[in-house]
């Protein structure tokens, strides 16, 4: 079983970055499809991107795309979703999450393991 560690999120002015961190604890996270979600206050959690275990196939969510990139480091046993151009609507705790198989999926019921997310604010 893997441990999901997030990291890198805080307060961002509109049109600023961040680069979130999720570090696997455990196990080694190349052999896990890893995806991004968030969750704003009363809102679903909702997809934001996924890397695959074993071709490293990327997907996002098409309104976030061209801002957000998604990207393994198995060196350092992570994966990063780097975020540019925020907006306050960006606002939201994002969640890293992990799956046994290698196929990307966006529904947060295909995902076995999660972290416990980390607050990324964005003011205007």
């Known amino acids: 079983q893997v441990q999901l560690v997030e990291s890198g999120g805080g307060l961002v002015q509109a049109g600023g970055s961040l680069r979130l961190s999720c570090e696997a604890a455990?196990?080694?996270?190349?052999?896990?499809?890893v995806a991004w979600f968030r969750q704003a206050p009363g809102e679903e959690r909702l997809f934001v991107a996924g890397?695959?275990?074993?071709?490293?196939?990327?997907a996002y969510v098409d309104s976030l795309k061209g801002r957000f990139t998604i990207s393994r480091l198995n060196s350092k046993n992570t994966v990063s979703l780097e975020m540019n151009s925020l907006q306050p609507e960006d606002t939201a705790v994002y969640y890293c999450?992990?799956?046994?198989?290698?196929?990307?999926?966006?529904?947060?019921?295909?995902?076995?393991?999660w972290g416990q997310g980390t607050q990324v604010t964005v003011s205007s």
């Open positions: 999450a992990a799956r046994d198989y290698s196929s990307l999926r966006n529904r947060p019921s295909d995902y076995d393991y």
């Open positions: 455990g196990r080694t996270i190349d052999r896990y499809t």
């Open positions: 890397i695959s275990w074993s071709r490293g196939t990327t």
